[in-house]
């Protein structure tokens, strides 16, 4: 009896202290990333899965665990039309719905495409009033193509503004992820960034609020995500012999941002997934390997987790925190600039 009620207390505590997840894709992307989490993945594991876009036609077809229609009054359902003004005004007008939403949170995750004026403008908007909750605020955001370079400018300016409000934001370009995949049409590449964001998100999270091969603690992720400004990714995926040396080696060559220097970078997340054959050696392996092609002083979180539908793949992902990007260093295009001093 004795054994049963303790038993039940220990299970209550880990109940409790397991952070809560909310994650909130914003706009077309950003519901699309949900979306594809929701359906292909079955969801996220102790995360609640929030889909909020200006768009109903959109959000209609949305799989989410809640879904938010932003601004009825200002976008009338017919989404921001590339305006982030708009996206921001649309965020106000609903910004107690998303508040209820994500009640009780301690880890928020933004995810976005930068560049359109939903997902630009409301995903500040949303990051800035949540603040006070005191959750750790992860961004997780595109930035646009190069065939979309009209939308540079604004990507960067919500960029700007979007790290303001987010402890790390961690940002993907589209057009590095686009050489990563190969040379895809449009609509596969949009395809492998949801792919990309989705698995980012539920990886990490599974690995903090399930049991796991070796999980990550809440407090270390904490620790190198807090206040930290861009952070970059790579993702490495390997089989066969050696299976473990080239996926962290991809992963490691592969950043998908462009960023100024890779050894000044703060902190550095490594999270390991293979299918049920992977071993706790494999893992080790991989930690080992990362942490030695890194300064002494870098703080490194790992976890791993077996996931059966990699069968006999392994995935590396490492996250290197507190970086500094070129695309914010670069000047705006000529447009840009134009269209500023007309104004
Ligand atoms: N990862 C991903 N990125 C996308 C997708 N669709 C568009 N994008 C990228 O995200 C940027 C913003 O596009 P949307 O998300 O459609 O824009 P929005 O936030 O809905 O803004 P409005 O439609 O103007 O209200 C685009 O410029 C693309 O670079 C998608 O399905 N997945
Ligand atoms: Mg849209």
Redesign the pocket.
């Known amino acids: 009896m004795d054994e049963m009620l303790e038993r039940e207390k220990i299970e209550a505590i880990v109940r409790a202290s397991r952070p809560q997840v909310a994650v909130i894709g914003v706009?077309?992307?950003?519901c699309?990333?949900v979306s594809w989490v929701k359906e292909k993945k079955g969801g996220v594991a102790g995360a609640k899965l929030i889909a909020a876009?200006?768009?109903a036609n959109h959000l209609n077809i949305i799989k989410a665990d809640r879904r938010i229609l932003l601004g009825e009054k200002t976008c009338k359902g017919m989404?921001?039309?590339?305006y982030p003004e708009r996206?921001e005004q649309a965020a106000r007008e609903s910004i107690e719905q998303v508040k209820k939403d994500v009640k009780g949170s301690n880890i928020i995750y933004v995810a976005?495409?930068?560049?359109?004026?939903?997902?630009?403008g409301a995903s500040t908007v949303i990051a800035q009033a949540l603040k006070p909750s005191r959750a750790l605020m992860i961004g997780v955001v595109?930035l646009?193509?190069a065939v979309?370079r009209f939308?540079y400018n604004s990507a960067k300016e919500g960029l700007v503004k979007l790290k303001a409000e987010c402890d790390t934001v961690v940002v993907i370009d589209?057009n590095r992820l686009a050489k990563v995949a190969g040379d895809l049409p449009l609509k596969e590449a949009?395809g492998v960034?949801?792919t990309l964001?989705g698995e980012f998100v539920k990886g990490i999270t599974e690995t903090i609020t399930t049991a796991s091969l070796i999980n990550i603690d809440f407090a270390d992720l904490r620790a190198i995500m807090e206040k930290r400004g861009l952070a970059a990714i790579g993702v490495g995926e390997s089989e066969g012999a050696n299976r473990v040396q080239h996926a962290v080696q991809t992963a490691l060559d592969a950043q998908l941002l462009d960023i100024k220097d890779s050894t000044k970078s703060f902190g550095v997340l490594i999270h390991v997934s293979g299918g049920d054959d992977i071993t706790l050696d494999e893992v080790t392996q991989a930690g080992e390997m990362i942490t030695r092609s890194l300064p002494k002083d870098a703080r490194v979180v790992w976890g791993a987790r077996v996931d059966p539908t990699l069968g006999g793949k392994v995935r590396v992902m490492v996250v290197l925190t507190g970086v500094e990007s070129t695309f914010l260093a670069e000047q705006p295009t000529r447009l840009g600039k134009f269209l500023r001093v007309k104004q």
């Open positions: 706009g077309g992307a950003g699309n990333i876009n200006t768009d989404g921001a039309g590339g996206g976005t495409g930068l560049g359109g004026g939903t997902g630009t595109t646009p193509f979309e939308r589209n949009l960034a949801n964001v």
